[in-house]
């Protein structure tokens, strides 16, 4: 009887064992691993005035549940979602935004820092986001991304909003298939970069203007004696 019990129990351990490795590898008969797709970030952006000192800390976007997903988002109709099968972003949408906006302006070398978070630099501006749209609909015959940014630029130190502005673009994917409708986001997200990437260097610039002129006043010149 003790051996039998010894042989049940190794057995069911070996079983516990291949059923953990199934979930994390996947079987035989359990279907391709869903492919993952990017989005690119801007490689260059003319500003009009490259400081290279500028600080800027840019968080996560908040999202609502639907969005805040690595699966790809598909409205049938406005009140129904889906998601299309075998295929995925990188990582989940507001995450993978964060990463395309740190990107975009750490590429127009205007920043002496910028990224996810502080990492114990003093980082005088915060932008904080919104990502109330991130998928695509149909208009009867091809899928459209749509894409809906709000940003919104903070002074930490005075802890004033100094701008806010909401960015929208739509994209027509030229067939209905996965590959296709990725770069209609691609192409949805990058006009967003180009417009938000500009006007946000722009309030900086200025804000980081005022403020040197505030740290250094300039002195009264002395009228000559008469």
């Not at 010894?6 to 953990?20: I, N, Q």
């Not at 149909?138 to 005075?158: E, N």
Request: net charge negative; hydrophobic share 40%; glycine share 6%.
């Amino acid at each position: 009887m003790r051996s039998r019990l010894v042989h049940f129990s190794a057995c069911c351990l070996v079983a516990s064992l291949v059923s953990a490795c199934g979930s994390l590898l996947g079987l035989p008969g359990q279907g391709p691993a869903p492919q993952l797709y990017n989005l690119s970030a801007l490689e260059s952006v003319a500003a009009d005035q490259q400081m290279g000192t500028l600080r800027l800390v840019v968080e996560e976007p908040d999202a609502p549940r639907a969005i805040d997903s690595d699966r790809i988002a598909l409205h049938p109709s406005q009140v129904e979602i889906k998601y299309y099968k075998g295929a995925k972003w990188s990582d989940r949408a507001p995450r993978l935004v964060q990463t395309l906006l740190v990107e975009s302006f750490d590429n127009t070398g205007s920043f002496e820092f910028v990224g996810r978070d502080a990492a114990g630099l003093t980082t005088p501006y915060l932008l904080k986001s919104s990502l109330s749209d991130f998928h695509t609909i149909y208009d009867g015959r091809r899928p459209t991304a749509v894409v809906k940014l709000k940003l919104s630029i903070i002074d930490r130190g005075k802890g004033q909003i100094l701008a806010a502005r909401i960015f929208e673009s739509r994209s027509n994917a030229q067939a209905d298939s996965i590959r296709p409708v990725v770069l209609a986001f691609d192409a949805a997200v990058n006009q967003i970069l180009k417009d938000a990437v500009p006007w946000t260097l722009g309030v900086l610039n200025i804000e980081q203007a005022e403020s040197d002129d505030e740290a250094d006043p300039v002195e009264p010149e002395e009228l000559p004696d008469r």
